[in-house]
C-alpha cells in the first residue's frame, strides 16, 4: 500500500520512498530520513541532458568499456537515496538492477545545476557521493555558459579534487574511459 507524503510520520527510509505512488512533477530524494522534493527538470536541461547522454554512450561505446550511461535512476547511499540526472555505471550491475542501483556500481554521478537543486548539486551531494565512494562527480553548471565541474575522490577518500572545465576549453579525461568534451557543445 502506498502512502501519500503528508501522511508520513517521522523519518522516511529508502522503502517509504520506493512505495511512494509515481509523481511525474517532482523528483524526491531521500538524505537523512529528510525528503528533497525538486520539479522535475525543464526542457533546456533535458535538453541538455540528452546531449550529454549521448556523448557519454559514444564514448564508452568507442573505448569498449564496461559501463552504462543511464539517467535519473535512484542510487541507494549511506545517508539514503538521490536521483542524479546521469550515472555511468558497472554494466554488469545494470543488467540485474531493479528499481534502485547501489553507489558501489556507480563510477560517475552527473548533475545538471538547475535553479532548484544548485545549492544542493554544490554542497551537499558531493560529500554525499564521496561518502559512498563513488569515484568520480561531475557537475555541469549551465548559466551564464555551461561549465564542467570534475570531481575525481581524493586518496583516502573525504571528497573531491575539482578541476573546472570553461567553455572553449576540453575535458581531456582517461578515466574512467577516454573522454573529451567542449561544455559549450552541449548548447548548440
Do not use: C
Not at 564514448?59 to 535519473?72: G, M, N, Q, R, S
Not at 558501489?104 to 548533475?111: F, G, H, L, S
Amino acid at each position: 500500500m502506498s502512502v501519500a507524503v503528508s501522511d508520513h510520520l517521522g523519518p522516511w527510509t529508502v522503502d517509504d520512498v520506493l512505495a511512494l505512488p509515481e509523481d511525474t512533477r517532482h523528483r524526491i530524494e531521500l538524505v537523512g530520513g529528510v525528503l528533497l522534493m525538486s520539479p522535475n527538470p525543464g526542457v533546456p536541461h533535458q535538453r541538455i541532458s540528452s546531449r550529454l547522454w549521448a556523448l557519454l554512450d559514444a564514448a564508452i561505446v568507442a573505448a569498449d568499456a564496461p559501463f552504462e550511461v543511464l539517467e535519473a535512476v535512484n542510487v541507494l547511499v549511506p545517508d539514503g537515496l538521490l536521483i542524479p540526472d546521469l550515472v555511468i555505471a558497472d554494466a554488469a550491475a545494470t543488467a540485474g538492477a531493479g528499481a534502485t542501483l547501489h553507489a558501489d556500481d556507480v563510477v560517475v554521478a552527473v548533475e545538471i545545476a538547475s535553479p532548484s537543486t544548485k545549492v544542493i548539486d554544490r554542497r551537499t551531494k558531493p560529500g554525499l557521493y564521496a561518502a559512498a565512494g563513488v569515484p568520480h562527480y561531475w557537475r555541469l553548471d549551465l548559466d551564464p555558459a555551461p561549465r564542467l565541474h570534475l570531481g575525481r575522490l581524493a586518496p583516502g577518500g573525504g571528497g573531491y579534487l575539482d578541476r573546472t572545465v570553461e567553455p572553449g576549453g576540453s575535458t581531456a579525461l582517461t578515466e574512467p574511459f577516454p573522454f573529451d568534451l567542449d561544455p559549450a557543445a552541449l548548447r548548440r
